[in-house]
């Protein structure tokens, strides 16, 4: 598909598809004056903040401050590509989806998925419907799982023998060498033979439920406990969550996923009212996996049992959540109890008291530290507290980590003091130069240019900036909302500023790409020429424009960015003469001391010359 041809194509989607009545299929809508309000699918709400602006055709939600138009509705709410949004919208007006040359690709996908399908269906059958499944369904009996959940998460029963599935095949016409290379049957000296025999199935999805794998469970002793489907053109198993498909929307709607071991564990949970419990597939969590889980909520609880939780492939697990910038807390058990023998024995609602008072990981490396040290000896005190150092160290906020070096001198029983001595050793060694104002948003915005769908966090203020700083990015990014709108505006701003000029990061980033895209036809906007993340960002920033409305008055914004940037250099100028040091705290001679006044005498006056009624603001 060539550019204008695409152009046309996503403008004939757009004019087919209102945004009311698409989001109305997702949400419940009533009209309220000029817009149209519901509750917010993107945050938990109990008053409707989300609204739709017909006329525009943007969504805008005033309590996450999610917005942009119908594909960004589309992208976030089926975490979709921007191609995928369109290609559903397209079937949904009904247009021709123009073949594409990875057409065979897709053929060939959607042939292997329907052979899993196949699949996950026999062996479904067999487990509900056979005299062989008996065994199956004993034993999951035995363990207390009812057909109900059996039917939710088609699990199935593969008999043992070793032609059933491959004989199944066979007269469906499927081709077996297709069939092997998706690990259901292999190859041997006698032809083709079940994969899996004599074990309970449970298929494994992607996001959107397809079946992209399987993991076999043993229904005694026999070796290998799970037997899982190979890494195949559908499955990867660092990629795939046990569970996702049925826990996502209750994952996102409490906006918290509780990690457990397997996949019994996982149904036994969902089967005891816990319906946003995953597992990772044997491994431990990878990068994808932990992506994977953070479209859909923040939190995350990892319910291992108590053995396993202190193993160091967890702990590198919570590492990677930690980073990604999740809330990790640990299920605590009592000793000997797993989640599933704990929930059957206490029940839900000890169980959810239990999820509530989940510790999170520094208190939880603490707990460890002090079972693993002996605290009656000095050397186990000590070793103790080292242990620990690198938590304590790495929490941000001051106020929490003298809370936990208290409990923790308490605990062990040595002074404060001493702990604190420790602590701040610690940090002189480690700490990282103290970033630069803006880095400390770039984690939320790059998420947005760098991530795909990244758009879950919206425009969010930083609320570490000064009133100054917070105010530079809230112009700089009104400006880049101007030059959305129109393109002699952002003609104008192109010959005003250049992207270094913008301060922030993200903005600088945006306004260079936005440099970069090819003058558009005629009566089109500049976000129908944009495509990936940045026209995630663009779509946000004009929804949050429609709705928040600003002056839009170019010259004027200009003129206040100088005039804060004016007041920016004098506070940094102010806290150099106040402390005597520059920004990286080395010493300023007395000459650099004069020069530094000099300035700040002048810049006082030429802010008071220039812009007399803002000199007062902020
Ligand atoms: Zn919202």
New binding site residues.
């Given amino acids: 598909m060539d550019r204008l041809r695409q152009q046309e194509l996503i403008q004939e989607i757009k004019e087919k598809n209102d945004i009311v009545s698409v989001i109305s299929e997702y949400v419940s809508l009533r009209k309220a004056g000029r817009s149209w309000v519901g509750l917010?699918?993107?945050?938990s709400?109990k008053t409707g903040?989300?609204n739709v602006n017909p006329e525009k055709q943007f969504f805008y939600?005033?309590?996450?401050?999610?917005g942009g138009d119908v594909f960004s509705f589309i992208m976030k709410r089926e975490n979709l590509e921007f191609m995928e949004a369109a290609r559903k919208l397209a079937e949904r007006a009904g247009i021709a989806w123009p073949e594409s040359n990875d057409h065979q690709a897709d053929q060939n996908k959607n042939e292997l998925l329907k052979i899993n399908q196949l699949a996950a269906s026999y062996f479904h059958y067999c487990l509900s419907r056979t005299e062989q499944g008996k065994r199956g369904r004993e034993y999951l009996e035995r363990r207390g799982i009812d057909p109900e959940i059996w039917r939710k998460f088609s699990l199935g029963y593969a008999p043992p023998g070793w032609h059933h599935l491959t004989e199944t095949l066979r007269k469906k016409n499927v081709p077996l060498e297709k069939a092997s290379t998706l690990g259901l049957v292999s190859f041997g000296e006698n032809g083709y033979y079940d994969r899996f025999r004599d074990r309970i199935i449970f298929p494994i999805c992607d996001p959107q439920g397809n079946v992209v794998g399987f993991g076999g469970r043993v229904l005694d002793q026999g070796e290998p406990k799970y037997l899982n489907s190979p890494e195949t053109a559908l499955f990867h198993k660092g990629r795939f969550l046990y569970g996702l498909q049925l826990a996502k929307e209750t994952i996102r709607r409490q906006n918290q996923a509780i990690i457990m071991e397997g996949y019994m564990d996982v149904v036994q949970a969902h089967q005891g009212g816990f319906q946003q419990a995953i597992a990772s597939l044997g491994t431990a969590l990878t990068q994808d996996q932990v992506k994977l889980i953070k479209r859909y909520g923040s939190e995350v609880i990892l319910a291992y049992d108590a053995d396993t939780a202190g193993q160091n492939a967890t702990l590198r697990g919570m590492g990677l959540l930690r980073e990604a910038g999740l809330t990790v807390k640990i299920l605590r058990l009592p000793a000997g109890e797993d989640p599933d023998s704990f929930l059957k024995k206490a029940g839900e609602k000890a169980f959810r008291e239990q999820l509530a008072q989940a510790p999170g990981l520094i208190e939880f490396k603490i707990e460890q530290a002090l079972r693993k040290y002996d605290l009656n000896s000095s050397e186990g005190k000590l070793g103790a507290v080292q242990a620990v150092l690198p938590e304590l160290g790495e929490i941000e906020s001051s106020v929490a980590r003298e809370f936990y070096i208290r409990q923790l001198a308490r605990e062990i029983g040595v002074s404060e003091n001493a702990v604190f001595a420790e602590v701040d050793d610690w940090l002189a060694k480690n700490r990282k130069k103290s970033p630069v104002l803006d880095n400390k948003l770039i984690p939320s915005y790059t998420k947005m240019t760098t991530e795909k769908n990244g758009l879950s966090v919206?425009i969010i203020r930083n609320a570490e900036l000064s009133p100054i700083q917070a105010a530079i990015f809230e112009a700089e990014k009104e400006l880049l909302q101007i030059a959305l709108q129109e393109y002699d505006k952002f003609a104008r701003i192109k010959e005003e500023l250049k992207a270094e000029d913008f301060q922030f990061a993200v903005w600088r980033d945006f306004f260079g790409a936005l440099q970069d895209t090819e003058p558009a036809p005629e009566n089109h906007q500049i976000l129908d020429e944009l495509t990936g993340p940045i026209r995630e960002l663009a779509s946000t920033l004009l929804a949050e424009q429609q709705f928040k409305s600003g002056t839009g008055d170019l010259a004027g914004i200009l003129n206040r960015l100088d005039m804060l940037r004016l007041k920016a250099r004098i506070q940094k100028l102010t806290e150099q003469i106040a402390t005597g040091k520059d920004d990286s705290g080395l010493q300023l001679s007395e000459a650099d001391l004069k020069a530094k006044l000099l300035e700040f005498t002048e810049l006082n006056r030429k802010l008071k010359k220039e812009y007399p009624s803002f000199s007062a603001e902020l």
Avoid at 61 to 66: D, T
């Fill in positions: 917010c699918p993107f945050h709400e903040s989300f939600c005033f309590g996450c401050s999610a919206g």
